[in-house]
């Protein structure tokens, strides 16, 4: 990952570029993952998930929200995968990203509202889709970490 970008914006090609080591160095606490095509692609879970979920579990600093403007289809198969990893996540299906009022109501239920209004940022938004996912980590004031592939 290249971290030298002012935008907040990184690209990467595969789920296991994430530096989780950096997110930690810029203080990132919550992580927001979209689903369709980038944690599920073509209904199969993307190979290298499984292993960044054991990492993230592992590193104890994130919170997770798993969001999709889809059905719930797609949050139960995630959710059917992490059986046994102890992440402290949340799911929401129909979340109408890039629009924040299901994610705020989602954020107040997991007791993380007040992390949009800190002037740290300390959320950065996962995804493959620069018009939902991107809109998203925009508004939040999110780094947007772009799935290319």
């Known amino acids: ?24 160095t810029k203080k990132i606490s ?29 590193a104890n600093c ?13 949050t139960n198969k995630v959710r059917h995968e992490l059986v046994g990893i102890n992440c402290m996540t949340s799911y929401l299906y129909f979340a109408c990203k890039p629009l924040l009022f299901r994610i705020k109501h989602q954020l107040k239920c997991m007791g993380l509202i007040n992390i949009i209004k800190s002037p740290i940022n300390k959320i950065a938004v996962i995804g493959n889709q620069l018009n939902t996912d991107g809109k998203l980590a925009s508004k939040l004031h999110a780094l947007l970490i772009y799935l290319l592939k």
């Open 1 to 24: 990952m290249n971290w030298n970008n002012q935008l907040g914006c990184y690209c990467i090609n595969q789920l296991n570029e994430l530096n989780l080591n950096e997110l930690i």
């Open 30 to 58: 919550l992580l927001i993952f979209d689903i369709r095509g980038t944690i599920i692609i073509n209904h199969q879970i993307n190979s290298h998930f499984a292993k960044l979920m054991e990492q993230i579990n592992d």
């Open 62 to 74: 994130f919170k997770i929200l798993f969001a999709t403007n889809n059905c719930s289809y797609y």
